[in-house]
């Protein structure tokens, strides 16, 4: 009997999660005769009646759609099965609402593309069913735990990079301080490899202790040896030990750019890339990176596996169990390769002037 798996995305969504839908789509049909259920909107497509899921037609799926930012299935990063919220304010488990809903898919499988948070949620919902369950990695932030690579980093570092790019002409002709305050959740993934590409002459991200006294003198010593302008990337989660410094709702960049005006006498500006970052074209690397997991994804419910994550680790598609991924997150390693090279380029990270 021919047999079906199911695929959904779910949390925030990123670029490359239609090339991943593809992948696996594909793989399912050309590999194995098998076919693909796209269910909606993350996990709130299995609470709709009937599910919110459709065929995934392989004559749909031309290489457009792996071009395509978003993903066509729609995705959630609100509303915990486990803890949903209801419209009169109360929290209610909606899980079991959800396992029938996948009952009602009669699936083989089901794949679910998610971050870290994403993974945990789904592995706890299908652990009282008997249907396998692979995730693959996606997330800009990534930080998902035995992977050195999510689907949506590399878009979101290339589009980090081009702001930088793009601050550093507008800033030397002003003689301004630059700041780019980037994404990536409790993590300085984004930052600390944009800064590094885009030249960036200060970087600061939550795993290194930094003071504001340093950058200042950075910016300082920059200015006595004729630079007008710098360019700084700040990562949102960088000042989690001076939260009590900052006021109202401005974000970490704004406050940086108006204390760094106070202290330098320098003009600085704060632009907060925010969504920009998730929706795009992905590059090469997300698209290959979306092809490589979906097709192993497919391939390990093929071989009856299941509970396990797809990953990238030193230049390998590999898979680990997702026990080993769920409940943790991978942050930079302050004395991992990006940071050494960082600091080789002179470039500050706040803990040294
Ligand atoms: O996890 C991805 C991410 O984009 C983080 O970098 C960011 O902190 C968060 O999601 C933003 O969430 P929302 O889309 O709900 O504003």
């Known amino acids: 009997m021919t047999k079906c798996i199911g695929i959904l995305t779910s949390g925030g969504d990123c670029a490359g999660l239609n ?10 049909h050309h590999g194995y005769g098998w076919k693909t259920v796209g269910i909606s909107h993350g996990t709130h497509g299995l ?3 009937p599910v919110a899921a459709e065929p995934l037609d392989p004559s749909r ?10 993903t066509f299935l729609g995705t959630t990063n609100r509303g915990n099965p486990f803890a949903f919220p209801m419209p009169d304010g109360s929290l209610k488990d909606r899980s079991p609402e959800m396992v029938e809903g996948l009952r009602e898919l009669h699936l083989d499988g089901l794949i679910g593309v998610g971050g870290d948070g994403s993974l945990e949620i789904l592995r706890r919902l299908l652990s009282g069913t008997n249907l396998p369950f692979i995730g693959i990695p996606k997330t800009i932030d990534n930080d ?7 689907v949506g980093y590399s878009t979101a570092v290339a589009i980090a990079t081009e702001a930088l790019d793009r601050l550093q002409p507008t800033g030397a002709s002003h003689e301004r301080v630059m700041v780019l305050e980037v994404m990536g959740r409790d993590a300085g993934h984004i930052a600390i490899a944009a800064g590094i590409a885009g030249g960036a002459d200060i970087v600061l991200i939550p795993e290194v202790d930094w003071h504001l006294d340093h950058v200042v003198r950075r910016i300082d010593a920059l200015r006595r040896t004729g630079r007008s302008s710098a360019l700084v990337v700040v990562a949102e989660a960088a000042l989690d030990s001076h939260q ?5 709702d401005a974000s970490i960049g704004e406050w940086l750019a108006h204390r760094l005006m106070e202290m330098t006498g320098a003009e600085a500006r704060a632009t907060v890339l925010g969504h920009v970052q998730r929706g795009a074209q992905p590059t090469a690397e997300d698209r290959l990176l979306a092809a490589a997991f979906g ?7 093929a071989a009856g596996k299941g509970d396990r994550m797809v990953g990238w680790w030193n230049r390998s598609v590999i898979d680990v169990p997702l026990e080993k991924v769920v409940g943790r997150s991978r942050t930079v390693d302050p004395d ?3 940071i050494r090279t960082a600091r080789a380029l002179g470039i500050c990270l706040g803990d040294k002037g």
Request: aromatic share 0%; proline share 0%; charged share 25%.
């Open 295 to 301: 097709v192993r994804a497919v391939d390990l419910l």
């Open 61 to 70: 799926l031309d290489a457009v759609l792996a071009r395509q930012g978003g």
């Open 336 to 338: 991992g390769a990006l």
């Open 244 to 248: 009590g410094e900052r006021s109202g």
């Open 47 to 49: 609470l709709h009646r």
């Open 19 to 28: 090339a991943t839908i593809r992948a696996v789509a594909l793989r399912a």
């Open 144 to 150: 998902v735990h035995q992977t050195e690579r999510a």
